[in-house]
């Protein structure tokens, strides 16, 4: 009945089902992993976002297949912020970095193609790939004081059915950043090879410390072919409203190709809604009452974090540049999941075990930095004084 690319497991994991358990006793819950936005205690700005979606335009129905052109034009004005010009066709709006992915993958790679994602990382790739039929080759990200790509690995892994290489900047849960000189071996293999280059930067307005070694943005390279993606779910903290974004560069004849075969398959779709559309300039100007207030919370947990690791505990944190996330390494006496389980059924705590985001190896566990403060300082210390327990 069912296609083969449906065939995954469909029963519940180890984790799920005793959190499922707690949750029917009534157990009270501290979620470290809690990252929507809308769960929080942020303060959104009620009364301009209501009113941005009671737009009467909203009324006449004007489709294009890139989405309405003064969306565009916000998108376009939200990287001219950042040095980056664009034209506006170089955009196309989606109802999310998912359905951005499908159009990319739909558009440069056949059934049984590649391409390549990092490890660790979005745990949603292998399903995006395995819907568009095709193949994800993992390419390590290596830890030495902070993280790094691991170009040798990745030029390695490249092969003749490779058609994209994927990186997420800054990257989850590691928070790392791509480098400038990364970005120029990454163009360099996909400028040799005819692959495109795509870049998740939804966490990109979300860095903890200037640097400048860090690449901008990738909506500005043009030496190959790259798709650069975000949306309103993490820049205005927004994810209900189902509001994204493809940006297209490259070189120019290349690029031309792309944009038409794209608006052929954004017009199959014509996915967002007007009302959406129309919404879109305002929503994404909310960012800016939001983010401080995000990046306050990241800020002020893991200063916390760091007060309560001292030096010589079983636990230490990985170093993080950005994103929502940190990452805390601990003893690898027990796998990460049984980790998560104890923590769980023994302290009522709620995280991530590494291999959730594909970690190579044991003892990585992945808490969300936007944890409401005494959520996340209760939840903290149950966690350091399980481990002191237990090694
Ligand atoms: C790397 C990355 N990309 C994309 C998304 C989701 O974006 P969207 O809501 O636009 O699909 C997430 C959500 O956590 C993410 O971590």
Redesign the pocket.
């Given at each position: 009945m069912f296609s083969s690319r449906t065939n995954w497991p469909l029963g519940p994991n180890r984790l799920s089902l005793e959190i499922e358990e707690l949750r029917r006793q009534g157990v009270p819950l501290l979620d470290l992993t809690e990252?929507n936005p809308t769960r929080c205690g942020f303060a959104f700005d009620r009364q301009g976002i209501f009113e941005a979606l009671a737009n009467s335009h909203a009324l006449s129905y004007t489709p294009d297949p890139r989405g309405l052109l003064s969306a565009r034009q916000a998108v376009a004005g939200y990287y001219a912020e950042r040095g980056i010009t664009l034209d506006a066709a170089q955009i196309f709006l989606t109802t999310?970095?998912?359905e951005a992915y499908s159009y990319i993958f739909r558009l440069l790679a056949d059934p049984g193609d590649a391409i390549l994602v990092p490890q660790p990382s979005?745990p949603l790739f292998d399903f995006l790939a395995g819907l568009n039929d095709i193949r994800v080759i993992a390419y390590p990200l290596f830890y030495d004081h902070g993280w790094q790509i691991d170009l040798p690995a990745l030029r390695k892994r490249l092969e003749a059915r490779a058609r994209a290489i994927l990186v997420?900047h800054p990257n989850?849960p590691t928070g790392s950043f791509v480098r400038r000189e990364e970005l120029g071996e990454l163009l360099a293999f996909c400028q040799r090879r005819d692959m495109a280059l795509v870049a998740?930067e939804?966490?990109a307005d979300y860095s903890l410390a200037a640097d400048s070694q860090r690449v901008v943005s990738h909506a500005a390279a043009t030496e190959a072919l790259t798709f650069t993606l975000s949306?309103l779910?993490?820049i205005s903290a927004l994810?209900q409203m189902k509001v994204?974004w493809a940006v297209v560069n490259g070189p120019a004849q290349l690029l031309r190709d792309a944009l038409a075969r794209l608006e052929i398959i954004a017009d199959t779709y014509l996915s967002l809604s007007a009302p959406l559309a129309l919404a879109l300039p305002k929503l994404l100007e909310t960012r800016r009452a939001l983010q401080p207030q995000i990046l306050e919370r990241v800020r002020s947990n893991l200063q916390l974090l760091d007060a309560r690791l001292r030096a010589n505990q079983p636990i230490n944190r990985l170093e993080v540049e950005g994103g929502w996330y940190a990452i805390l390494r601990l003893p690898s006496i027990r796998t990460d999941e049984d980790w998560a389980i104890e923590l769980a059924r023994q302290d009522g705590v709620l995280v991530h075990p590494g291999h959730f985001f594909d970690f190579s190896s044991e003892g990585h566990l992945v808490i969300s930095l936007m944890t409401e403060r005494a959520v996340f300082e209760e939840g903290l210390r149950r966690i350091l004084a399980r481990v002191a327990h237990c090694v």
């Open positions: 990252s999310s970095t998912s979005y997420v989850n998740d939804v966490f949306g779910s993490k994810p994204a």
